[in-house]
């Protein structure tokens, strides 16, 4: 019995399956095939044609170069500082016009600092002492200013004073900023200068307007009437972000620059046009945080007439723009346009497998039209035909032949 078994699955395999076509009369399955090509097409059409643009060759490698450029000037008078005109040599950092860079709007200035010894501040917890053994010689404070010496230093009648150092002195004051002092840089201007390329189809553009009037770029500023002149109010960036500049400018942030190149090279060069989003990037909701805001600290130094060495030292607050460029750029080629059509080709032939499914397996009557769809036919020997039995009259379905 096994090897009668074994014997008819080694035969099978050289079975041959032909396609036998049977038009079913059954209008649910008729609907429900028309429904799913319907559906195939309108994917092919709508989406894969129309939306993604599946005729087109992409290129997702831009090349990209941003120049940026600020324009703005404040005045102001404090106790530290008196007064002072600040212009952009002053605010901008860096001020070579990159793609990242800062705009300085608020201040802490420690001036007249030398190398020498004094208190640590008492806002360090490692430069807290209560004796000399607390501040042993050589040791840095963490998160301090300079070298313990072993000195604690107190006040009258204090019983908990502040190791002495070795460091810039007096030390930096730890008061936080009460109000931006660069409030006025919300009217501040920033030319954004935007070059693209896209390799592949050896396709450049950038974001200025091509007109030879030189007065065109001091008069505009951008929006919807002049969106190839990309000259923005900081104050509008921050706000587009959805943030109030001026409390931003007190602790600083991150805005993102975003510009998009969407170019469908199918049509003219003008149509190809820069976007424009922005987004704050560091966390807004932590505004109390101990860690909100953006600041670093530079230093300017200088020496008096004995020759000894001073410096000034600041914390800058402000606001750091990012400008970040990205696109994609789509023409005309015939390899993805039969690529995307052989496979709505083969789409439409499952839903036909679909549609088979239902009609053999699912509905009432799956028996009755599974026997006429397959049908097995055996080919009749030659001994069998010649076999006196045979009927004359016979036919060769009724002898199982072909």
Request: charged letters at 20%; a positive charge; proline letters at 4%.
């Amino acid at each position: 019995m096994g090897q009668v078994s074994w014997k008819g699955l080694f035969l099978s395999l050289f079975d041959y399956k032909t396609e036998k076509y049977v038009i079913a009369k059954n209008k649910k399955v008729g609907i429900l095939y028309r429904v799913v090509q319907l559906s195939i097409l309108a994917y092919l059409v709508g989406w894969v044609f129309v939306v993604k643009k599946g005729y087109q060759d992409t290129d997702t490698a831009l090349q990209s170069s941003v120049i940026t450029k600020l324009k703005g000037v404040a005045f102001t008078n404090t106790s530290e500082l008196g007064e002072r005109l600040w212009d952009v040599a002053d605010y901008v950092i860096p001020p070579q016009g990159e793609n990242v860079f800062f705009v300085m709007t608020n201040l802490i200035v420690t001036p007249n600092q030398r190398q020498t010894t004094c208190p640590e501040s008492v806002n360090i917890p490692d430069g807290l002492c209560y004796e000399d053994e607390d501040c042993p010689a050589g040791q840095a404070v963490v998160a301090g200013n300079g070298v313990k010496t072993g000195r604690c230093l107190k006040d009258r009648d204090s019983i908990r004073g502040s190791c002495e150092v070795l460091a810039w002195c007096p030390v930096e004051k730890r008061s936080k900023p009460k109000k931006p002092l660069l409030a006025s840089a919300e009217n501040f201007t920033v030319f954004i200068k935007n070059s693209i390329r896209f390799p592949k189809f050896k396709f450049s553009k950038m974001n200025v307007l091509a007109t030879n009037n030189e007065s065109y770029l001091k008069t505009c500023h951008y929006s919807t009437e002049h969106p190839y002149c990309p000259i923005f109010l900081l104050g509008n960036i921050v706000r587009w972000a959805g943030n109030d500049f001026q409390k931003m400018a007190l602790e600083g942030g991150v805005i993102g620059i975003q510009i998009e190149w969407n170019c469908d090279l199918d049509k003219a060069p003008s149509e190809c046009n820069p976007h424009y989003s922005f987004s704050r990037l560091d966390n807004k909701f932590a505004e109390k945080s101990v860690s909100s805001g953006y600041n670093f600290r530079f230093a300017k130094y200088y020496r008096d007439a004995e020759g000894i060495e001073y410096r000034t030292l600041f914390k800058a607050y402000g606001i750091r723009f990012d400008v970040m460029v990205n696109g994609k750029a789509g023409k005309f080629n015939i390899i993805p346009t039969v690529i995307n059509i052989g496979s709505g080709l083969a789409l439409m032939g499952a839903g036909a497998f679909f549609c088979d499914l239902v009609l053999l397996y699912l509905i009432k009557k799956s028996n009755f039209y599974r026997g006429k769809k397959y049908e097995e036919v055996k080919s009749s020997s030659r001994k069998s035909l010649n076999s006196p039995t045979l009927n004359g009259n016979q036919s060769p379905d009724q002898l199982g032949g072909l």
